[in-house]
T-cell receptor
Framework: DTEVTQTPKHLVMGMTNKKSLKCEQH?????MYWYKQKAKKPPELMFV???????INESVPSRFSPECPNSSLLNLHLHALQPEDSALYLC??????????????FGSGTRLTVV | DAKTTQPPSMDCAEGRAANLPCNHS???????VYWYRQIHSQGPQYIIH???NNETNEMASLIITEDRKSSTLILPHATLRDTAVYYC?????????FGQGTTLQVKP
């Protein structure tokens, strides 16, 4: 299995809702990432998990809450989002932190719309 | 932080080679250069990466200058399906930080 699977593919939520995005990989990768991509812009790094621990938070608002329950799974919990948070949310994984010679695999993303 | 500079857009005729340049003049000695592409809101697709030497795989070739301040991605025979945004990325402390990318339009 050489894929990163993200669910759901599309999500519409109200500003008072709580929802979660899910990311899964079975490549034995020990680093996982969340990116946010607005239309016609490059992906922006949000969080990095290394060995199931949060290692980097790129000053992301607390209405985004990441979680890494195990080495294969990464969640992004969403609460009280704003319409400007509407974007494509991408998950990625890599073999491990600091092992940048081995490549990064991206999922196909979750298209989030906040209404 | 090392950053990359790419032309915002390029055109290429179908069947011809596409040469996409990238400047990364502040790159450090142990920082890899990666190339990804993204086709219309899909997830970024890995193309190739390198440190110092030129690299080739089934998709493309990567030419890195000797001083490592710039590189060129070469798609040897571009097809219409290669139309995408191409990102040149320098990995810093394990973080893949995207630049603005080049929109490559392959034309019949």
């Amino acid at each position: 299995d050489t894929e990163v699977t993200q669910t759901p593919k599309h999500l519409v939520m109200g500003m008072t809702n709580k929802k979660s995005l899910k990311c899964e990989q079975h490549m034995g990768h020990r680093a996982m990432y969340w990116y946010k991509q607005k239309a016609k812009k490059p992906p922006e790094l949000m969080f990095v998990y290394s060995y199931e621990k949060l290692s980097i938070n790129e000053s992301v608002p607390s209405r985004f809450s990441p979680e890494c329950p195990n080495s294969s799974l990464l969640n992004l919990h969403l609460h009280a989002l704003q319409p400007e948070d509407s974007a494509l949310y991408l998950c990625a994984s890599s073999r491990g932190p600091g092992q940048s010679s081995y490549g990064y695999t991206f999922g196909s993303g979750t298209r989030l719309t906040v209404v | 932080d090392a950053k990359t500079t790419q032309p915002p857009s390029m055109d290429c005729a179908e069947g011809r080679a596409a040469n996409l340049p990238c400047n990364h003049s502040t790159i450090s000695g142990n920082e890899y250069v990666y190339w990804y592409r993204q086709i219309h809101s899909q997830g970024p697709q890995y193309i190739i990466h390198g440190l110092k030497n030129n690299e080739t795989n089934e998709m493309a070739s990567l030419i890195i200058t000797e001083d490592r301040k710039s590189s060129t991605l070469i798609l040897p025979h571009a097809t219409l399906r290669d139309t995408a945004v191409y990102y040149c990325i320098v990995v810093i402390a394990g973080k893949l930080i995207f630049g603005q990318g080049t929109t490559l339009q392959v034309k019949p």
